[in-house]
C-alpha cells in the first residue's frame, strides 16, 4: 500500500506548496480540506496542519476535531496549524504587535528535539502572520526561538505533536527542506519511495486494470500535461488509445504540423484535424475577450465531439488533468476572472467515462515522468501556452492576417530566447498583437502600422508571475528583427507589469 501524509489544508495559499515539498523528499501526500481527514485511511503515517487567513479568534475560522488526531499519529503544525493546536489546548494567541511578515533568524534551538535536528542556529526562516502565540500550556515546550517571536516552534510532551509558527514550506525557509524531512522520514518515518518510476509502474498496472480492453479518446494539446497523459496511456494500453489534435488556427507558428510530427515519433495514434476555418468564420468582427474564450471553448468542444463520435466503441475520455486542478478550493472570494476553456464541459458533453491518469501530480512530477518516460525534452520544458492560443493576444477581432503576423513575431522572439540560452530561465514567453497602429519611418515611407508587446515572466504556477530582466542588448536584437523582418509591424514594447495586478496574457 502506498504509504501517505496528509495535509489538511485550512485555505493558506501556501498549502499546495506544502504538498510539492514533501513530494520532492519522495513521499506521497495528499491535500484534503481541514475537515475531511480520512480516518479510515490505515496508510496515513502523518498529518500536517496548513496555514490559514483566519487568525483562531474569528468567527468564521476553520477548525478540526484534534482529538483523534493527536496521540494517534506524529502531527505537524504550520503557522495558523500551531496556533489551533496551542490555543485549542488552552495557550494564548495574540495579535502580533507588528504585523510579522518577512524573514527571520532562529536564535534559540533544542538540538535534542528530533524536528531540529540539523538546523543551525541563526537559519533563516519566513515569518507570515498576523497573530502570535504569547504563552503555551505547561505540556508544551519551547524548541526554537527567533528574536520577536519566544514560541518560533514548540513540541507537545508526551505526544508526536509539534508546530511551528514560520512557513518550512516555502523557499526563504532556509532550513525548510531538513525540517520537513525530519518530520516525515524521522519521526512519521516515511519511506520516501515515491518516484517517477514507481508512479509509471503502479500507475501503467492500474489503468490495464481499470481499462481492460476499453477504447479511450484523449484531446492533445501540444502541451506537458496532456503529452504525458497520451505517452503513459500508450504505454498501458497501445493501441485501444486514439489522441485527438485540433488545430484552432491559433497555434504558434508550424506548430501543428511539428507538434503533430513528434507524436508520431513517440508511436502515438494521432488524428490531426485542422479545423482553423471553422474557428475563425464563428470569430469574426468579434472583439470582446470573455466571448472569443467562449466560441473558442464550445467549437473545441463540438470538432472534438464530432471526430470522438467518428471513432468505434469510445468508452473513456482521458484527459490530462493534474493535481492543483483538482485540490477542492477552499478559495473565499471565488471570482472568476477569466474562464479557461478546456477545464470542463467536455465530460458532460459527451457521455463517456474519465480517464485521469496524472490527476495526482504536481506540474514538476508530470515532467519527471514525461523524462523517465523518454520524451524528448523540448516538450517537456515547453512553456505554458493558453487553450485558446493566440486568440487571447490579438487585441480586438481575430482574422487569419493579423494571426500571420503575430505567428511571425512571436517565431522570433521564442527561437531568440532559445538561442540565447534564455528559454527555460523563463517561465513562460509570448507576443502580443496590440489593437493600435502608429507612425514610423522606413527607409523614406512614412508607415503607419501595429505595435506588438512581449511578455515574458517568471512564475512558479501562473498564480502571480513577475516580468522578467531579459538584457536590453536581447530586446534590442528581438525588436529590430521583428520590425526589419515581419510585414505590419514597426512598434516593439516590452510588458513590464506584475501579476497581480496584471494578468499573464492579456485578455
Ligand atoms: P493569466 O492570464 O490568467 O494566465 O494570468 C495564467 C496562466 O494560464 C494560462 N491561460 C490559459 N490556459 N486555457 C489554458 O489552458 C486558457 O483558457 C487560459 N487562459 C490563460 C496563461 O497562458 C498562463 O500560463
Sequence with gaps: MQEKIII???????????????????????????????????????????????????????????????GHIPVLGICYGAQFIAYTSGGTVEPAPS?????????????????????????????SHGDTITSIPASFKTIASTAEVPVAAYRVEGEKTWGVQFHPEVYH???????????????????????????????????????????????????VDSSVAAVLLNRAIGKNLTCIFVDHGMLRKDEFRNVLKDYEGLGLNVIGVDASEEFFTNLAGVTEPERKRKIIGKGFIDVFDREAHKLKDVKWLAQGTIYPDCIESLSITGTTIKSHHNVGG??????????????????????????QLGMPEHLITRHPFPGPGLAVRILGDITPEKVRILQE?????????????LYDSVWQAGVILLSVQSVGVMGDERTYERAVALRAVTSTDGMTADWVHLPYEFLAKVSNEIINKVKGVNRVCYDISSKPPATIEWE
Excluded at 209 to 214: E, F, N, P, S, V
Excluded at 409 to 421: C, H, K, N, T
Design 409 to 421: 513575431a512571436d517565431d522570433i522572439f521564442i527561437r531568440s530566447l532559445r538561442e540565447d540560452g
Design 8 to 70: 489538511l489544508d485550512f485555505g493558506s495559499q501556501t498549502t499546495q506548496l506544502i504538498g510539492r515539498r514533501v513530494r520532492e523528499l519522495g513521499e506521497y501526500c495528499e491535500i484534503i480540506p481541514y475537515n475531511k481527514f480520512p480516518y479510515d485511511d490505515s496508510s496515513v503515517i502523518g498529518v500536517i496542519l496548513s496555514g490559514s487567513p483566519f487568525s483562531v479568534y474569528d468567527e468564521k475560522a476553520f477548525r478540526t476535531e484534534l482529538s483523534r488526531l493527536r
Design 346 to 371: 467536455l465530460p458532460e458533453k459527451m457521455n463517456l467515462s474519465l480517464c485521469e491518469p496524472l490527476r495526482l501530480l504536481f506540474k514538476d512530477e508530470v515532467r519527471r515522468v514525461g523524462r
Design 173 to 223: 525557509s532556509e532550513c525548510g527542506t531538513q525540517l520537513l524531512r525530519n518530520f516525515v522520514v524521522d519521526i512519521c518515518g516515511g519511506r520516501q519511495d515515491w518516484t517517477a518510476e514507481s508512479f509509471i509502474d503502479s500507475t501503467v498496472r492500474e489503468l490495464r486494470r481499470t481499462l481492460g480492453d476499453d477504447k479511450v479518446v484523449l484531446g492533445l494539446s501540444g502541451g
Design 99 to 127: 504585523r510579522e511578515y518577512g524573514r527571520a533568524h532562529l536564535t534559540e534551538i533544542d538540538h535534542a528535539d528530533p524536528l531540529m535536528k540539523d538546523i543551525e542556529r541563526g537559519a533563516q526562516v519566513w515569518m
